[in-house]
Structure formats: structure tokens, C-alpha cells
């Protein structure tokens, strides 16, 4: 007889994950698939996640696309990059902060930094402050990859600065905008829309051997 599920503890574990070498449930299975289990290449379920997703799945990356493309629109193929970045840096800090961001904490936080970097274009030296406790920690991670990026940057940092503000500016927006856009799902509504999209980047960065940085191709804008 089944055992249950090691991460659930609520279903029957009946599906061999090669990464974890345990049995698990479907549900842990295609929700934790790259964010929490780290998949293997070769993992025969990711493959057919993959090529034959459940039309349920598809229609909510379609949603979630709708939302955010009209933001990434008006941004440079450089900033569109640096947005699903700080996408990235987001999720990666949510997951672990205690406590967790909501979507007002995003917004204000992205807005601290990206008005930071504004007033310094003027030559003016001035650290704009979220004011709530997860926004001023989720500010600070932004600010740690913002400085990593400029530094790297070289000659470029002004330009880079420039971009990287327009680029948190939207995201932003976004975050402000996605409860109302979303109307009676689960908050954070914005935080759990970047869990997805940011799962969709890993499957292609998978597919492409590297996770270095964040891949816009699965992205069309419309010009």
C-alpha cells in the first residue's frame, strides 16, 4: 500500500521522483516541479509537463502573459531582462523571508530602488526608504543585485542604472496593479503570478543547460 506523500503528508505517494530518489504525489509533483524539487533533465514526468501541458496550466500562463506583457512592452529588450531578473531575485527571497513580502511590500520596495537610482542620475546622493520591514529586506536584496550589476558594468553602470530603474519601476506597477487585475484569487496575488512565471524561465533555462540568468525568449512583445 502507498505511503504518503513526504512533502504533503496528506496524499499517497505513487510517483518516483528521480531528484528527491522518494516517492510523491501528483500534486507535489507538477506544483514543487522546479521551484522546490530541482528536476533532473532526463525526469520522464518534467519532459511530459513540458509537451503536453494541462489545458488548465496553459490557459493560466496566457493570463499571466496578458497581465504582465502591456509592462514589459514598454521596456528595451536590456530592461526586459532586468525585470524578469528582479523577478527572479523576489521569488528567491519571498521563499525565504520571515516575514513574507506581500504585494504592497513589492511594490514599494522596487519603487525605493528604482526612485534611489532616479534621484542619483540628478547627482544627488539620496537612499529612498520603503517604510515596512519586509519591504526595507526585499529593498536591501535589490540593492545587493543592482550593485553586483553596475559593478560588473564598468564604464556601462550609468546605462545599466538608467535601465534597471525603468525596469523595477514596472515591476512596480505590476505588483500594484494585480490584486484588481485578479480579483478573488489568493494573496499575494503578484508574488504568485512571479512564482509561475519564474518556473517557466527555469524550464527554459534548463532546456538550455544554464541558469545564470533569466532567458526573456518564452516572452513575445509586441512591437
Known amino acids: 500500500m502507498p505511503s504518503l506523500c513526504p512533502l504533503c503528508n496528506t496524499r499517497k505517494a505513487k510517483r518516483g521522483c528521480p531528484a528527491l530518489e522518494r516517492q510523491i504525489c501528483a500534486v507535489c509533483c507538477g506544483t514543487k516541479r522546479l521551484t522546490e524539487i530541482r528536476c533532473p533533465a532526463g525526469c520522464a514526468y518534467l519532459a511530459a509537463s513540458r509537451t ?52 504592497a511590500d513589492v511594490a514599494e520596495a522596487a519603487s525605493a530602488v528604482a526612485s534611489t537610482l532616479e534621484t542619483a542620475r540628478k547627482g544627488i546622493i539620496y537612499q529612498h526608504q520603503a517604510t515596512s520591514i519586509p519591504a526595507l529586506r526585499l529593498a536591501a536584496s535589490f540593492e545587493d543585485h543592482v550593485n553586483r550589476l553596475t559593478h560588473e558594468a564598468g564604464s556601462a553602470a550609468a546605462s545599466l542604472e538608467r535601465e534597471t530603474a525603468n525596469s523595477l519601476r514596472q515591476l512596480s506597477r505590476a505588483a500594484g496593479a494585480a490584486s484588481q487585475a485578479f480579483g478573488g484569487e489568493e494573496p499575494p496575488v503578484f508574488l504568485n503570478l512571479a512564482k509561475r512565471l519564474v518556473t517557466v524561465l527555469a524550464q527554459d533555462a534548463a532546456d538550455a543547460g544554464s541558469r545564470t540568468q533569466a532567458d526573456p525568449s518564452w516572452l513575445v512583445i509586441p512591437g
Do not use: K
Open 52 to 103: 503536453h501541458p494541462p489545458a488548465v496550466i496553459q490557459r493560466r500562463q496566457e493570463r499571466d502573459l496578458a497581465f504582465m506583457l502591456p509592462f514589459m512592452a514598454e521596456l528595451t529588450e536590456e530592461e526586459q531582462n532586468l525585470l524578469l531578473l528582479f523577478l527572479e531575485v523576489m521569488v528567491r527571497h519571498a521563499a525565504s523571508a520571515l516575514p513574507s513580502p506581500n504585494d
